[in-house]
């Protein structure tokens, strides 16, 4: 019902609440709403717009914590209007007898009943729901058809030879307006069906009041005597239905004979004319005139399609019609279906439906569903037939047939014709919701429209964007498409687009196709809002020049922004200037661009610690927040620039020089300090001044060499700076960004090796930085001992070097006979692994060096098991790259060696990142069951260059998994 207006305040107080709690409880975003993106619908009838809500966390919904409103606006209207709510239980409508059910609403259907629809309410309409504290929203598109009522007149004429007379074929309260009206006829004498465009009048649309169009078109007809037994056709098509055919049937007669001055005939000649005439009009056998109606040529997959097939005026009674198909498996034509008019019973009955002939198991002959046949007998005891046939295709049984009809009457030349015709089947595509890579639009950051189509056939797919009514200018990118597992095709397009703020309400729409076939189906993505990032200006300091304990101002322009609502703040580092006079202007609209700007300043006394000190203006723009500094250096206060690395990429063991300046300092008393860390350095500084500079006062500049080692990495250098005109030290950093190198590894070596004495197993780790590094050695899978790294040096190249050892007693090398001794290495800071392993063979105490390469940098090994397992391995899963040079673009062979596992029993799954690889996998028993071999092939992107590959192994109730990064060149 209609609410008053006390009604509707109390709907706006609860909606406003509901909303404020979606915006104070931060919702999870996981409430769904489901509608259809295009109806469409008949005039006149009652109409359900879907919108299914899902995924709230109840099993039914608190309809007192759920709002509905369902928004309309029509295609030539920019604002919406409110069709029906429904906040907390309180209903509202502006349309009487539009509904809603409250207990399809508790379980999730929102769905809008609007009886009796009309044209001016077509347009879009958005289902809001809010489940507090979550929303979502859906957008419906209704498109509204009538169909017309067709009236042909006179339906029989009798004209007599060479007089004139009209044809009127009136088409009525049809939408939309565009309407095709033709005229064929069709001759027992001639096979031209052409109509000549002087005798046809096609008048104008005319607009009925109730926003329905009519229309007349009109044939003129001018016979002679072998038009008699014409039969013409007025066919229309509309939007409404395919085709509809109505039929008129000429009869010609001869003038009167003027008997002024004639003879009488003898009345055997008179006889004889009459038992002519009457022969010819009742006795004649005449073929039946064929009128074909195949409708459209290309069928849609599990959609009901009509064909009428019309014959008209033939004798006698005895008529058969047979259908014959087609296909790409069968070449021949099989007849599949036939009727015969004169077994059809009592003609008077009408319409009938009869079952259709199948052939025994085959499926693709399931293609007429339904037979509509008709007979009618006429005053000259001819006799019309129509039949209509419904087809119900399968695209993924049968995409494209040939169908025949086969007509027999023994009036007929050769006594049958034939007419044939192709039909394709497709299936529309359907397609999901646009989606948006971004929540909030920017035009500085570009943003990617995607939309999955899915469900059409064949796989040659068009598709279009455009932004309301005009096509967006980016070029769509399209997926290949691939069949799903229902035979049908799906893919994905997208777009990349740079926003602009007159895109702000814009709605932009996915439209597919079929290649060549107009039918197409849309997705609707809607930009509701649009963030420009607000741009700053220099910060400016009146006077240029600051002194302390004199007033400073600081001012910016924040422009180009939008939406308006925009906040600034000043700070000292961190800490807001709340005693300082802040000043900021209304935001200003620019008329041209539509954005908005914005001044500020502060103004404050400045002191002593204040120089050298960081003055920040803080703008908070849509949840984003920009930061701008001023550092401000009071006048006779020293000025330190910042430290200057020369080369600014510094190397191990290669000079680097960092330099400080230190300006406008009075008086000359100052002091400068290098801190390495938290040391104070001593040598190899050279500082010059304090100078008099040409403005009076000084200046100084100093300079730190050193020879970075590994030591040094990630080591930060300070300048610090003294002058009795600073209440504190101004200090200056610099980092050096020194590159982490990954260690190099040797094989394991054994000394003594006689069996009498203790044995030694060593490594020697070099070249790397930093020193950080993590050594274990073990024995089989037992961790037998964690490297001590305490005496690693530098060495020659300033890199870290140091030899980790372990020992063996005689006794305890006899007990791990037959078992690898192995050290893992492991550097955190390249994030290297390297192993290196030896056997144990127990021949008087001697030891067999095993030979394995060290494991590449790009492993990351690990095994998962929920208890020890009988069976060791000697070595860990190794993933190696089959293919040399691997590029972009191109195809990639990998293997993975899986040691001490049976093939048997095991399951094996390749990833790339996250998700799961589905092409073909090949897994290889090796010999001596020392394990197995697991190929893979994937097929790399032309703009990536880095993949995370993953082999995961289940075996003897353990998960074994292997990472490898692959780069592609």
């Known amino acids: 019902m209609q609410g008053g207006d006390g009604l509707t305040v109390s709907r706006g107080l609860l909606l406003g609440l509901l909303v404020c709690l979606c915006g104070v409880l931060q919702p999870a975003e996981t409430l769904k709403v489901t509608t259809r993106s295009l109806m469409t619908v008949a005039l006149d009838t009652d109409v359900m717009i879907p919108c299914d809500i899902s995924e709230y966390s109840t099993p039914q919904l608190d309809i007192t914590k759920t709002a509905v409103e369902w928004h309309w606006k029509t295609s030539v209207e920019e604002t919406e209007k409110i069709v029906y709510s429904v906040v907390s239980r309180v209903h509202w409508s502006s349309r009487n007898n539009v509904r809603m059910d409250e207990n399809n609403l508790k379980k999730g259907n929102a769905a809008l009943f609007l009886p009796q629809i009309q044209l001016s309410e077509g347009g879009t309409y958005r289902c809001f729901v809010i489940v507090t504290p979550d929303q979502a929203e859906g957008v419906t598109v209704i498109e509204l058809f009538a169909e017309p009522a067709v009236n042909l007149s006179p339906r029989e004429v009798t004209i007599e030879k060479d007089k004139e007379r009209t044809l009127s074929c009136t088409v009525n309260k049809f939408y939309p307006g565009l309407i095709e009206v033709n005229w064929e006829k069709k001759s027992i004498y001639t096979s031209d069906k052409i109509v000549s465009a002087e005798d046809i009048c096609m008048g104008s649309s005319v607009k009925n009041g109730d926003g329905t169009f009519s229309v007349t078109s009109k044939l003129r007809l001018q016979p002679s005597s072998q038009d008699n ?580 007693s005689p006794k305890a090398l006899q007990r791990g006979v037959g078992q690898a001794i192995r050290c893992e290495v492991k550097h955190p800071a390249t994030k290297s692994f390297q192993e290196k392993s030896f056997v144990l063979n127990g021949k008087e105490g001697s030891l067999e060096q095993l030979h394995t390469s060290p494991v590449r940098q790009n492993h990351i090994g690990r095994i998962r098991s929920s208890k020890p397992t009988s069976k060791e391995v000697a070595m860990p899963m190794k993933i190696e790259c089959v293919t040399s040079n691997p590029k972009p673009g191109e195809k990639v062979t990998l293997c993975c060696f899986v040691p001490g596992r049976s093939l048997q029993g095991a399951y094996v799954s390749w990833y790339i990142g996250i998700f799961p690889v589905d092409e073909e996998i090949n897994n290889k028993s090796c010999e001596e069951e020392s394990g197995f071999i697991s190929y893979v092939t994937i097929t790399t992107e032309k703009d990536k260059k880095n993949y995370e590959i993953r082999c995961e192994v289940c075996a003897d109730e353990e998960t074994l998994e292997e990472t490898f990064i692959l780069e592609t060149q």
Not at 326 to 352: D, H, Y
Not at 464 to 470: A, H, I, L, R, V
Not at 503 to 518: L, Q, T, W, Y
Not at 571 to 589: C, H, S, T, V
């Open 229 to 808: 037994g014409n039969i013409y056709h007025c066919i229309v098509k509309h939007k409404s239905f395919s085709m509809q055919v109505f039929n008129a049937t000429l009869i010609v007669t001869d003038p009167p004979a003027n008997l002024n001055g004639l003879v009488v005939l003898p009345v055997l000649l008179l006889l004889g004319v009459i038992a002519g005439i009457v022969y010819i009009t009742y006795f004649q056998k005449l073929p039946p005139a064929i009128v074909t109606i195949f409708g459209n040529k290309e069928l849609k997959h599990l959609e009901e399609a009509q064909m009428v097939f019309l014959f008209s005026g033939f004798r006698p009674k005895t008529l058969e019609v047979a259908f014959l198909l087609k296909t790409k498996i069968c070449s021949e034509r099989q007849k599949i279906f036939s009727w015969n008019s004169k077994a059809a019973g009592n003609p008077e009955q009408g319409e009938e439906i009869l079952p259709l002939f199948t052939r025994q198991g085959e499926e693709n002959f399931h293609l007429l569903k339904t037979f509509y046949p008709t007979l009618k007998e006429t005053q000259r005891r001819t006799f019309d037939t129509r039949c209509k046939i419904c087809i119900v295709p399968d695209v993924r049984k049968l995409d494209e047939f040939e169908l025949t009809l086969e007509v027999r009457h023994e009036a007929l030349p050769c006594r049958f014709v034939t007419a044939t015709q192709l039909f394709k089947v497709i299936a529309a595509p359907s397609l999901d919701k646009v989606q948006c890579s971004t929540d909030v639009p920017n035009p500085e950051e570009q943003l990617t429209l995607s939309c999955r189509i899915h469900s059409f056939f064949p796989e040659m797919i068009d598709v279009k964007w455009y932004k309301n009514d005009d096509a967006v200018s980016e070029k769509p990118i399209l997926s290949e498409p691939k069949k799903d597992r229902d035979g049908l095709f799906f893919c994905s397009s997208s777009i990349k687009y740079c926003p602009q703020v007159s895109d702000r309400g814009k709605i932009f729409v996915c439209k597919a196709n079929i290649c060549g076939s107009p039918l197409c189906k849309v997705s609707f993505w809607e930009m509701k809002t649009i963030v420009f990032t607000p741009k700053v200006s220099k910060i400016k300091c009146e006077p240029a020049a600051p002194e302390c304990g004199k007033p400073v101002t600081l001012s910016c322009l924040v422009k180009d922004f939008y939406p308006p609502e925009c906040d600034i703040c000043w700070r000292k580092d961190f800490e807001e200037l709340i005693y300082a006079g802040n000043e900021a202007e209304d935001p200003q609209l620019d008329p041209i661009s539509k954005l908005y700007s914005r001044k500020s300043q502060v103004s404050f006394i400045p002191k002593p610690e204040d120089h050298a000190v960081d003055f920040i203006v803080e703008i908070n723009h849509c949840n984003k927040t920009l930061r701008f500094r001023y550092p401000l250096l009071l006048k006779g206060f020293p000025k330190v620039k910042d430290i200057i690395l020369e080369p600014n990429d510094p190397e191990y063991g290669n000079s680097l020089s960092l330099t400080c300046e230190v300006m406008d300092f009075y008086p000359s008393d100052i002091e400068s300090q290098w801190l390495d860390g938290d040391n104070t350095v001593k040598t190899d500084v050279d500082t010059k001044g304090p100078l008099e500079d040409s403005n009076g006062c000084f200046k100084l500049f100093s300079e730190y060499r050193l020879k970075p080692t590994a030591l040094d990495y990630d080591k930060t250098i300070t300048f610090k700076v003294i002058h009795n005109k600073l209440t504190k030290p101004i200090m200056k950093n610099v980092y050096l960004k020194l590159p982490a190198i990954s260690p190099l590894v040797s094989e394991i070596k054994a000394r003594p090796v006689q069996s009498n004495e203790n044995i030694f197993l060593e490594t020697f780790i070099s070249n790397f930085a930093p020193r950080n590094i993590q050594v274990t050695w073990y024995k089989g899978w037992e961790k037998i001992y964690e490297g001590n790294t305490s005496n690693i040096k530098i060495g020659e190249n300033k890199l870290c070097y140091f030899k980790s050892q372990i020992e063996f």
